[in-house]
């Protein structure tokens, strides 16, 4: 039992050695963005990170965001808890042109849609510190969609009106 357990131990640290950790904050631009971006990074034990996801969008747009961090840790008798792979006070926020700011979001794997009202440029932040031995991992994931302007629903009010003047118009005719 013990034997396995000492495999184990030392098949999870090989495995977490094979990660390469990032020692600076990492930005990512994505220049004009529709549809969906989903990625993960790598912290090195010990580090605090602000890390930048920077886009733009070309006129109004939800973005469903979400951001999770891995804790892989596990308990061995006489040793206590040991987490190989952590991130503590992980949130994000996302702000943009005019002073625009919302959040901050926890890193709780929650989706969250945010209405970005005008074009420009927006960054997602994200914040944290890597508590693991071996550091820490997070996933990013944004989705984001057009808005429908209001001329689109204009036209599709005027259609409606449309069709139901025409069965009106065929009922009373028969």
Not at 87 to 99: A, E, L, Q, R, V
Not at 107 to 120: D, I, R
Request: overall charge negative; glycine content about 10%; cysteine-free.
């Amino acid at each position: 039992m013990i034997k396995s357990f000492k495999l184990l131990v030392a098949g999870l640290a090989l495995a977490a050695s094979s990660i390469t950790a990032n020692a600076a904050s990492v930005v990512v631009d994505l220049g004009t963005i529709s549809g969906s971006y989903i990625n993960t990074f790598t912290k090195a034990a010990g580090e605090t990170f602000i890390d930048h996801i920077n886009f733009s969008i070309t006129g109004p747009a939800n973005i469903d965001s979400a951001a999770n961090h891995l804790d892989l840790s596990f308990t061995i008798p006489g040793l206590g808890n040991v987490a190989l792979y952590n991130i503590t006070d992980m949130f994000y926020d996302i702000t943009g042109p005019s002073g625009f700011s919302t959040g901050p979001f926890s890193a709780n794997n929650t989706t969250t849609t945010t209405l970005l009202n005008v074009a420009g440029d927006y960054h997602v932040n994200l914040f944290g510190k890597a508590t693991g031995t071996q550091g820490g991992i997070y996933a990013v994931a944004l989705n984001v969609t057009a808005v429908p302007e209001p001329e689109t629903y204009a036209l599709m009010l005027a259609g409606l009106g449309l069709v139901g003047f025409a069965a009106r118009r065929r009922k009373s005719a028969v």
